[in-house]
């Protein structure tokens, strides 16, 4: 696991770099009268991703998180599962957005991964699940006028656009 863990974190670091890099081609600062520019999100998401792949990296070389005082296999069995369940769940997801949209796919695949690999109290799940798609929909839809998919749920926010726009 040891040598998984920088191979992922030089991997994500590359993306990282390549995303910031892309998202530089539009504008990153602030627009008057509009908001942020087009690239201003995924470059600074690039820049935090930057600086946890960097944070991975120097806590692989001090050996102080787990994978990386390990002495197991690339990918032994659990790890393969646990790969194909995550990403199965994420195609799922990405998937459920065009049906659903974003504020129903997206809770329901933060419960599933939060009781399966947290194993996090239903309390926990059911306030994140539904805190944060009306946190993100303020943020999004109000805040900076940025529609979101929705999917068949649409007409489910008619109301929140006459109350609030």
């Known amino acids: 696991m040891r040598k998984a863990e920088l191979i992922m974190a030089l991997v994500m670091l590359v993306f990282s770099v390549y995303l910031m890099w892309k998202s530089a081609e539009l ?3 602030w627009i008057p009268e509009e908001g942020p520019g087009g690239g201003a999100f995924s470059f600074w998401l690039g820049a935090g991703m930057v600086i946890c792949c960097i944070t991975i990296i ?5 050996r102080q998180s787990p994978p990386s005082q390990s002495d197991e296999p690339f990918m032994d069995r659990e790890a393969m599962t ?3 369940v995550i990403s199965g769940s994420l195609a799922a997801m990405i998937g ?6 974003v504020y129903f796919s997206v809770p329901i695949f ?6 399966y690999l947290g194993r996090h109290s239903w309390k926990l799940i059911a306030a994140i699940s539904v805190v944060t798609p009306i946190v993100t929909f303020f943020f999004f839809e109000i805040a900076l006028l940025k529609t979101l998919p929705k999917g068949i749920t ?6 929140l656009y006459d109350i609030f726009l």
Do not use: D, N, S, T
């Open 27 to 29: 504008p990153i600062g």
């Open 58 to 62: 120097v806590r692989w070389a001090k």
């Open 82 to 84: 646990l790969f194909f």
């Open 154 to 159: 649409e007409p489910l926010f008619y109301p």
């Open 96 to 101: 459920g957005i065009h049906v659903v949209g």
């Open 110 to 115: 933060m419960a599933f991964y939060m009781r």
